[in-house]
Each structure stands twice: as structure tokens, then as C-alpha cells.
């Protein structure tokens, strides 16, 4: 745990800000000097935390880091008010500076400033004040401050992934529910691969995750706390099972069931219980997700003929298509902003993640390959994530693009890895 608190400027705020709203941006030069440390120690602690400070806000796109042999002032001159002018110089539009220090047996504070360069201001200052182990989290947070500063739009550091990591030959996969940072850091297996899990879902508080174990003799949906380990079965359902997705309250999960040749919606309660039936189509209803508000559920189905996308009440009611584009569509995700609807779609014999409105308007395809699978959004609707195989090298790895198109990114991963979910920022 770690508390923060504001550091006044001084100064009338800036405005500097970087343009998100249109396609390709050119990334603004931002100065991260090393956090100036009270001991030895302390500064070498404070290089790695601007470090990942750094590795968050250029692996956004929106940034680029100044390196820091360009530097005129040293972190310790930093402490005070910069010479403005000579960050200037190197066309620094935006310089993080601060301290960090020890506190107590296991306790670290952190005190950093944003500084717009060409208006000679403080845009924020802030302190946290935590455990020493929680450095990198720290870290993120700060990267999420200036992101939030500079762009508009709230951050997505300081939060998790959780996901399938895959080992072994095709005919006996082991599948492992893992979780670990949005950068790959503090990865943790959470199963021990004696059992087939798929699909991992975190609740939205970001502290459960609601997953599938296929085990005889049915599939039964297991719901695992993250801070304590403990996990529970919510339930056993006849026939094979699907894609547990919570309600955005929390208190609901979504779920296909597939029995008797026939596949269908069900919403169940987050607690257990049974579940209510909100498709009856002789069709194949899968893929289900609820929009940001609860109010309405996308989901895949091939009532029209072929696998195209359809948008419902959450009660089941007032069902209509909303994509009509040629190829087959499948894996819709709702947009945690509610304006867009990520999916996957299979086109003249490839694979793409693409986004549409909620109406079905403005389709647009971000990437394409062999096999792109399992969108998930950030927490601000900016960047998604999904899986990609790749038969070349037999692998499957993560990827992360922005909903313009550009910067496509790979998620680091000790295996093979698949059905990515995105946690909210951690609170």
C-alpha cells in the first residue's frame, strides 16, 4: 500500500498537451532525469524507476525519451527549479524530475515534478509514500500522472494482465493461468498446469478473476481471489462452456453453454446460482460482453448464416446484426469508453483485430496476419491487446496496437501465451 499527496507549483499550471484524436502522432521529446537519491542506493533505485517511467510513456507511441547523456542538469541540481533554458536546448518539451528516498525498515517516498520546458512552469507535482517493494508500481503511477497530463485521457500502467501461458506439442498443451504487469514484470503462475484452463476474465474491481476448468465430468466456471489465492467453483453446467465475462458491476458473468448441439447465452450470478437463458436461437450465440453502462450485450452468432456480430438488451431482447462487411467476424469486445466494439475477423484467409461503433458504423481493421485473436482494451479505451500465432516460428505471443492502427507492440511473455484480459488501474 503507499499513499500520495500533491506538491504545490508555484506556478501557474501549463497546457502543454500531445494531440491524440488524430491517426499517426509524432511523438513529443520528453526529458526523464533519474530520480535524485538521499543515499547511494537511493539513486540507483531512482534510475530504475525512471527507467520504467520511461519504457511506459515511449511504448505508448505518444513519447519519445530524450537520452540522457543530453542532459545539462545532474538529478541533485534538479531539486530545485529548473534551468529552463537549457532543456531548451535540447528540445525538451516536458521534463520529469524528483527525489526518492528511504523511510522506515521497509518504506520508500517518492517526490516528483512535471515541468513544461517552453512555458517555465510546473503542469503537477506529487508524493508517494509506500513500501520499498512496490517501487515499480510507484513507477507506473507516475508514468500515468504525466500520460494524463500531456494527453487528456487517463493512464494504463499501473495495471494486469491476466492470461493462458501455453507450453508443449499441440496433441498435450499445458495450459497455465498466469497473471503479471501490463510490461511483463512481476509474472506469477497462478495454476499449476494439471488442468486445461481457458478464458480468464478479471472482475472489475481487479480483484477476481472468473475462468474455465475442463475437468470430468463437465467444464465448471472457478472464481479466484488474487490476494488471498483462495478460489471456489461457482458452478458445474451441463455440456461444454464458454467465456465467462463479468457485468460491469461485478455482480453478473456472462457465459455460452453448448448442450445438445445448440449453443446459448446465460447470465448467472457473480455469487453462483443458476443461470438465466438471454438467447434462444437454434444458431451457435457465443463470445458474449456487456457494454460499459450493463444496459446492452455484443455477442458472435451464426443465425444470419454465417459468424457476424449482434448487439442485445441485457435482458435478451431487441437483438439486431451490426456487421455486414464480407468475412467472418467473432470475439466482440465492448470499449470501457462504450464508443467502440473490438473483434476478431477472418478475411480472404486472414486473420485481423478490428474495431466498430456499437451501431455498426466506421469498421476498421488494425492488423492482419496468420492468426490475431482475443481483443481486450486498456482501461481508457485506447490500446488493445490480443494474441497472435505465429506458424514460422511456432509461437503464440501478445501484441498490443492502438486503436489508430499504429504501434503495434509485443507484450513480453516467458511462453506461449493466449486469451489476454486487461485489469482497471489498480487502485
Do not use: C
Amino acid at each position: 500500500m503507499f499513499t500520495v499527496g500533491g506538491l504545490g507549483a508555484g506556478q501557474a499550471e501549463a497546457q502543454l498537451k500531445v494531440d491524440i484524436t488524430s491517426g499517426r502522432v509524432e511523438p513529443m521529446p520528453v526529458a526523464l532525469s533519474p530520480l535524485a537519491g538521499v543515499s547511494a542506493d537511493d539513486a540507483s533505485l531512482g534510475v530504475a524507476m525512471i527507467d520504467v517511467v520511461g519504457a511506459d510513456l515511449q511504448g505508448s507511441g505518444l513519447f519519445r525519451v530524450i537520452d540522457r547523456r543530453a542532459y545539462i542538469q545532474s538529478p541533485q541540481e534538479l531539486q530545485g527549479i529548473p534551468r529552463f533554458a537549457d532543456w531548451r536546448q535540447i528540445n525538451a518539451q516536458a521534463l520529469v524530475s524528483g527525489t526518492v528516498g528511504r523511510q522506515g525498515a521497509n518504506g520508500i517516498f517518492v517526490e516528483f515534478r512535471l515541468w513544461d520546458i517552453f512555458a517555465g512552469s510546473q503542469m503537477r507535482g506529487l508524493r508517494f509514500d509506500g513500501d520499498a517493494g512496490e517501487w515499480r508500481r510507484i513507477a507506473h503511477k507516475i508514468a500515468d500522472v504525466v500520460y494524463e497530463r500531456l494527453t487528456g485521457d487517463s493512464g494504463y500502467f499501473d495495471t494486469r494482465i491476466v492470461y493462458i501461458s501455453e507450453t508443449g506439442p499441440a496433441t498435450r498443451r499445458v495450459k497455465r493461468l498466469a497473471i503479471m504487469d501490463q510490461d511483463g514484470a512481476g509474472h506469477t503462475f497462478l495454476t499449476d498446469g494439471g488442468q486445461l484452463v481457458l478464458t480468464p476474465h478479471i472482475s472489475p474491481d481487479g480483484r477476481r478473476v472468473a475462468y474455465l476448468v475442463y475437468q470430468s465430468p463437465m467444464p465448471k466456471v472457478f472464481m479466484r481471489d488474487l490476494a488471498t489465492g483462495r478460489q471456489n467453483a461457482l458452478g458445474s453446467f451441463r455440456g461444454m462452456s464458454f467465456s465467462p465475462r463479468f457485468s460491469p458491476d461485478g455482480s453478473r458473468l456472462l457465459m455460452t453453454l453448448a448442450a445438445d448441439g445448440n449453443s446459448d447465452i446465460f447470465a448467472f450470478s457473480a455469487s453462483g446460482g443458476d443461470p438465466r437463458r438471454l438467447t434462444s436461437s437454434p444458431a451457435i450465440d457465443t463470445s458474449p460482453s456487456y457494454s460499459p453502462d450493463g444496459r446492452s450485450i455484443s455477442f458472435n452468432s451464426d443465425r444470419g448464416g454465417s459468424p457476424q456480430l449482434y448487439v442485445m438488451d441485457a435482458d435478451g431482447g431487441n437483438v439486431r446484426r451490426i456487421s455486414y462487411g464480407a468475412g467472418n467476424y467473432g470475439s466482440p469486445a465492448w470499449s470501457p469508453r462504450g464508443d467502440l466494439i473490438a473483434f476478431t475477423k477472418i478475411k480472404g484467409g486472414m486473420f485481423h483485430i478490428g474495431v466498430m461503433e456499437p451501431d455498426g458504423g466506421n469498421e476498421r481493421l488494425l492488423t492482419r496476419s496468420f492468426l490475431d485473436q482475443g481483443p481486450t482494451w486498456s482501461p481508457n479505451g485506447r490500446v488493445i491487446m490480443f494474441s497472435r500465432e505465429d506458424p514460422v516460428r511456432d509461437r503464440t505471443r501478445l501484441f498490443t496496437i492502438d486503436i489508430t492502427g499504429y504501434n503495434e507492440r509485443e507484450v513480453p511473455t516467458p511462453l506461449d501465451a493466449s486469451d489476454p484480459d486487461w485489469s482497471p488501474l489498480i487502485s
